[in-house]
């Protein structure tokens, strides 16, 4: 009992026993000392009771401590009681309090957009975000306490949990989907705690592989000319020739310095697609661009095509050299994939709200397996075609990022042999009557 508490309880104590042994006193003087015996026992007897029906109250209420009003009491026990009520109360909201901050602390961890594992000493799971139970196939609810070398079993894992050289973060394929790369980093802290942060770099990854890929073929595509231009120019340097010899060579160089000079080309727009800001609003006049762009693709066939224009009056707002590109590429394709005698219907066509262009053609066509790649750089479903006609393999990647940039979305139909359509899908905030 703390001491305040023992001066007030034995000042009432002691004044209830002398409030009864008075009465006793009198009692025992004027009756006789057995009655006032008597008394007195009552009088205990009764401060007994009430002490015992205090006792009784505070062990019901020690079993399921609750600071409700069931702990009232009269004089010192009064006291006791409150003290006992206000540090049930201070200890309750002290708990709530924690309980806010370790929720709060919970999900902060839920928030952060890498998966975060708390490991413990032993290396097992205390703690685990939803992230990270995606990536690496983990069940907090089933999986805390586990070792997480038992989950996670890839020997590099492994390797990199024991090895203890934590500097640098491990690249891994995630356990259950070989298709998403993490990068695994553990953080000590707190004496031999660790904290594991797994971050998807699949992205990254698919960047870095594809800036490697598209050095390499660039390089290829331009290597190609420059030997077939050094070997001509050795030839010419190196041998007498006639001129009309002399003439022919000349020619087949310009040949490859202008496929050349088209790549160079195509990679510099594609470049300016890639970087320049958003396309303005100018209004582009479709029924004059398409044409020209007809009157174009009526030069290049030479005659060897009967190529036809239907156009409605609408027009776009955008910027007019990317989508002549766009545009132009798709009629030259078709011009360049479709022989001799075949047919190209080039329309611009209102579809409910949007508007739609399509180039048509009845020429080789496209195996299934080809189209969803038609548009990476460099991709040709037909190589021996697509140099022999002059292409760079870059018009569709351009076509679709010009497309992009006005959100307008190409689809590919096409089955070989039997010709293809491109179309692209204009929305109707680009548009107008
Ligand atoms: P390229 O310069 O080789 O024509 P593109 O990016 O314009 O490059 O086209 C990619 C590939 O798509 C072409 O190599 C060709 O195989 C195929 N292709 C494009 N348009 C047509 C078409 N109208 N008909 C058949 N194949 C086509």
């Known amino acids: 009992m703390p001491p305040a508490i023992v001066s007030p309880a034995l000042t009432q104590t002691l004044a209830l026993s002398l409030l009864g042994a008075i009465p006793a006193l009198v009692l025992g003087i004027l009756v006789g000392p057995a009655w006032g015996w008597a008394l007195m026992a009552l009088v205990v007897f009764l401060q007994l009771l009430n002490a015992l029906r205090y006792f009784a109250r505070l062990e019901r209420w020690s079993r399921n401590p609750q600071p409700t009003a069931e702990l009232e009491g009269a004089g010192a026990w009064d006291e006791v009681f409150s003290r006992l009520y206000r540090h049930e109360k201070e200890l309750r909201s002290a708990i709530a309090t924690r309980d806010a901050d370790l929720a709060m ?7 952060i957009v890498d998966g975060i594992v708390t490991l413990d000493i032993d290396n097992r799971i205390s703690w685990c975000n939803k992230v990270a139970e995606k990536q690496l196939g983990l069940d907090l609810r089933s999986d805390r306490g586990q070792p997480i070398a038992n989950l996670v079993r890839e020997p590099a894992f492994v390797a ?15 356990p259950h989907n070989p298709e998403l790369m ?11 705690f660790r904290l594991m942060q797994a971050r998807d770099v699949t992205q990254s990854e698919r960047l870095d592989r594809m800036r490697r890929d598209f050095v390499a073929n660039v390089s290829h595509e331009l290597r190609t000319p420059l030997t077939i231009l050094g070997g001509f120019l050795e030839t010419v340097r190196e041998l007498e020739l006639t001129p009309a010899e002399h003439e022919r060579y000349l020619g087949l160089m310009a040949d490859q310095s202008d496929r050349m000079l088209r790549i160079v080309q195509d990679l510099l727009m594609l470049s300016a697609l890639e970087s320049a800001p958003k396309p303005g609003n100018d209004r582009v006049r479709m029924v004059a661009l398409l044409e020209k762009l007809k009157a174009d693709a009526v030069a290049l066939s030479a005659g060897k095509h009967e190529i036809t224009l239907d156009a409605d009056s609408v027009d776009i707002l955008g910027a007019e050299s990317e989508l002549a590109s766009a545009f132009g590429n798709l009629i030259s394709n078709a011009v360049r994939y479709t022989p001799a005698g075949g047919r190209i219907d ?23 397996e080809h189209i969803p790649r038609l548009t990476e750089r460099f991709y040709r479903a037909d190589n021996g075609r697509s140099r022999e006609s002059g292409g760079t393999g870059l018009g569709l990647a351009i076509v679709k990022h010009a497309l992009t940039r006005h959100q307008a979305t190409l689809d590919i139909a096409s089955r070989p042999g039997n010709g293809s359509r491109f179309s692209a899908l204009f929305p109707p905030a680009r548009l107008v009557d």
């Not at 993490?182 to 031999?192: E, F, T, W």
């Not at 080039?346 to 299934?368: F, H, L, M, N």
């Open 182 to 192: 993490l990068s695994i980093h553990l953080l000590p802290y707190a004496g031999g």
């Open 160 to 174: 990199y949990l024991t090895g203890g050289n934590y500097r640098l973060p491990l690249r891994l394929s995630a």
């Open 105 to 111: 602390v919970e999900s902060a961890g839920q928030a």
């Open 346 to 368: 080039i329309s611009w066509k209102r579809c409910g709200t949007s508007a739609e262009y399509a180039v048509t053609d009845d020429g080789i066509g496209i195996a299934p």
